[in-house]
T-cell receptor, first 113, second 115 residues
Framework: SQKIEQNSEALNIQEGKTATLTCNYT??????LQWYRQDPGRGPVFLLL?????KEKRKERLKVTFDTTLKQSLFHITASQPADSATYLC????????????FGSGTRLSIRP | DAGVIQSPRHEVTEMGQEVTLRCKPI?????LFWYRQTMMRGLELLIY????????DSGMPEDRFSAKMPNASFSTLKIQPSEPRDSAVYFC?????????????FGQGTRLTVV
């Protein structure tokens, strides 16, 4: 069956360190992969998009990688700050229906001062 | 634009009652999504529309759930009859999908409690 897996356990990081979140998938052929941030009581907010033929994408302190061989995406936040504390979700747009957006369950990130 | 607007923000209803959730997408967007979020199951896609037409409703849990999009500026998700296990946060999202822009914009969500 098709699965998108993110670390279910919360990730606790010291301020200033790099936070790395993982998204693994099975039985998907994603054309696009997105990362979103969700704060408590609010809807997810888009952060970054990476396409299947791209290895890496950066935006300010954020970096996303996409490895179709490992079937994995990594999301990095460098120089992390307490304001980065939130739940981060990865999402796939499969080839079979590129406008459909399917989400992982998310990983809660806490940055301690 | 005010973004994706959902109503109501909170809904408490008794088991067996009909519940209707409403969504106004961002003007100009051609896709609309309904999601349900719970701690146990995360953010599940229930149904999505392209140009007001339902494309994939395979995520709709059962016949008690139905969704409509009568025009480009309005969609409803109806649960009849509601059950306690339907309690969740329901999100509506919209986007204007093309190869260069797939970002989805989410509403604030409707927190549904069925007692």
């Amino acid at each position: 069956s098709q699965k998108i897996e993110q670390n279910s356990e919360a990730l606790n990081i010291q301020e200033g360190k790099t936070a790395t979140l993982t998204c693994n998938y099975t039985n998907y052929s994603p054309a696009y992969l997105q990362w979103y941030r969700q704060d408590p009581g609010r809807g997810p907010v888009f952060l970054l998009l990476i396409r299947e033929n791209e290895k890496e994408k950066r935006k300010e302190r954020l970096k996303v990688t996409f490895d179709t061989t490992l079937k994995q995406s990594l999301f990095h936040i460098t120089a992390s700050q307490p304001a980065d504390s939130a739940t981060y979700l990865c999402a796939f747009l499969p080839y079979s229906s590129a406008s459909k957006i399917i989400f992982g369950s998310g990983t809660r990130l806490s940055i301690r001062p | 634009d005010a973004g994706v607007i959902q109503s109501p923000r909170h809904e408490v209803t008794e088991m067996g009652q009909e519940v209707t959730l409403r969504c106004k997408p961002i003007s100009g967007h051609n896709s609309l999504f309904w999601y349900r979020q719970t701690m146990m199951r995360g953010l599940e896609l229930l149904i999505y529309f392209n140009n007001n037409v339902p494309i994939d409703d395979s995520g709709m849990p059962e016949d008690r759930f139905s969704a409509k999009m009568p025009n480009a500026s309005f969609s409803t998700l109806k649960i009849q009859p509601s059950e306690p296990r339907d309690s969740a946060v329901y999100f509506c999202a919209s986007n204007h999908w093309d190869r260069d822009s797939t970002e989805a914009f989410f509403g604030q969500g409707t927190r549904l409690t069925v007692v």
